[in-house]
């Protein structure tokens, strides 16, 4: 059983660059990160598998948003880069038992309380 604590959200200028950490993210876990917008559903953000071999991303973040773990300090990160305006949400970090990097809220057990990002224009 894991606990997930997000921090390193904030307010950024379009264009710029935030890190998210979660911790503990718990070191035989796939951790996910998923986001919620006001007015919006929650959706799949990224996602890495417990040996990082496997990871996964929505089309929306592929090529500026990149998640990581590192296990020795049982801790998992979502860099950030080119934010946009259209990426503010508040940010939750999930674990999950499953083997690979899924995409589905529903596969992942732990949850974090989020934190916010806003990015203005």
């Known amino acids: 059983q894991v606990q997930p604590v997000e921090s390193g959200g904030g307010l950024v200028q379009a264009g710029g660059s935030l890190r998210l950490s979660c911790a503990p993210s718990?070191?035989?876990?796939?951790m996910g990160w998923f986001r919620q917008a006001p007015g919006k559903e929650r959706e799949f953000v990224a996602a890495?598998?417990?040996?990082?071999?496997?990871?996964n991303y929505a089309g929306s973040v592929k090529g500026r948003f990149t998640i990581s773990r590192d296990n020795a300090k049982n801790t998992v990160y979502l860099q950030m880069n080119n934010l946009k305006p259209e990426d503010t949400a508040v940010y939750y970090c999930?674990?999950?038992?499953?083997?690979?990097?899924?995409?589905?809220?529903?596969?992942?057990?732990?949850w974090g309380q989020g934190t916010q990002v806003t990015v203005s224009s």
């Open positions: 999930a674990a999950s038992t499953a083997p690979i990097a899924v995409v589905t809220s529903t596969a992942y057990t732990y």
């Open positions: 718990g070191r035989t876990f796939t």
């Open positions: 890495i598998s417990w040996s990082s071999s496997g990871t």
